[in-house]
């Protein structure tokens, strides 16, 4: 009887350890904003302009609305 109880505390552990380990593997990558992706696509003065933008009182503010700040290129709207 008491083997028993080991052997089912035992396995109830291991399920455990593999659900734990499997969720990670299971999760959806994060699909990037236009925002994100007109940032990738600017010259290295509008990201450091952004970047000083996220760092000061306008910290809260949207991406798209630093980058308006910013006066970056609208590539999207060139597609």
């Known amino acids: 009887m008491k083997n028993l109880i080991r052997l089912l505390f035992v ?3 291991f399920g455990l350890l593999i659900s734990c380990s499997d969720n990670n593997e299971t999760e959806k990558p994060k ?3 236009s925002a994100e992706i007109r940032l ?3 010259s290295q003065s509008v990201k450091n302009c952004v970047r000083t933008f996220g760092q000061g ?3 809260d503010k949207s991406l798209s609305w630093k980058l308006d700040g910013c006066n ?3 590539w999207l709207e060139w597609r």
Do not use: I, M
């Open 72 to 74: 970056a290129s609208n």
């Open 31 to 33: 699909e990037k904003t």
């Open 11 to 13: 396995s109830l552990l």
């Open 57 to 59: 009182v306008y910290k």
């Open 40 to 42: 990738e696509k600017q």
